[in-house]
């Protein structure tokens, strides 16, 4: 990855001056990774640095300054802000931690009420306001109403499309594309792409547990008589009964809080891969492998640049799970 650091310098005549320079040669080993479950993408790096050698160049880093990652074909795939700096003068480096701006769309909170609103125009107008500018944003053909106290810019777009969501089953996922935000259609394949033992991967590591198993949901009216089961019977036939209750709610989604219950096997998969800088999250890939097959969902991804190497290390998901927001009834 090539690594460039734009920040505030002065000149001889002691005016300011804002200056991008390629550090890329400085740089001794980067991580650029991204999850499901974050909402930031970041780039950690290490670099050489030595006040005490005039033969290593003293390039200053500071916390604020703009951090840019470019493909070797010269594509942005990171910009973000510096969050923190480590300095080690015995081994003559620096540890530089940069996050893209959703952190700190993540970090900034609001209280808005939305009536009857498409989860795009929500997006723009809290963007707006919190000044992150905007990209492009999945149509979703839904107009939603809340209201979000005291709650993220992050937070309250994600609460948008979980609306959105059950309206036209669609899942979504908020990314950044340089210094605006897009919102995508989660689980999107990249096309054109097939992780295999004969040309991409390395290691493929696979486990399945049954621990937090519940195929069974016992259905019960207010005064807790039974009323009805929802069962997975293939299921219990396979790995015995486990059983949780459900007590009727007149005001919530009976059939989803059911399904919300039952719980199969939890199954986890990690490929260790040479890079691309195209695999990340929240897309999906094909997969033709001992253990997997067909079509999975990236959970997280993480990116490692040493030596002159680009590897990655990808953790599955094998359907395709969006990042829920809930929109409480009390506003939050």
Known sequence: MIIKHEYTATKENGEKERRVDDITRLVEKSDWSGSRLQAARRLQFVMVQDYRDPNIPNHPVDNGDTIYGYDEEGNLRFQGTVFKIEKDVQASQVTVLAYDILFILNRSKTTRKFTDISPEDITSSVCSELGVKVGSLAKTGAKVSFIAVRKSGYQIILMAYTEASKQNGKKYAAIMNGDKLDVVEKGTLVEGYTASGYTNVLNERYSESIENEVNQV???????????????????????????????????????????????????????????????????????????????????????????????????????????????????
């Open 218 to 332: 016992m259905i019960t009216d207010a005064e807790g008589n039974a009323t009805g089961y929802k069962t997975k019977d293939d299921e219990v036939a396979k790995y015995g009964m486990v059983q949780e209750v459900y007590k009727t709610n007149p005001k919530a989604n009976a059939k989803q809080e059911i399904e919300s219950l039952l719980h199969g096997p939890d199954r986890e998969g990690v490929l260790d891969m040479l890079g691309d800088y195209r695999i990340v999250a929240p897309y999906s890939i094909a997969v033709q492998e001992q253990y997997f097959k067909g079509q999975f969902w990236i959970k997280s991804d993480s990116h490692h640049f040493e030596g002159g190497m680009h590897t990655m290390k990808l953790e599955l998901e094998f359907e395709n799970i969006m990042t829920e927001e809930k929109v409480e009834s009390n506003g939050g």
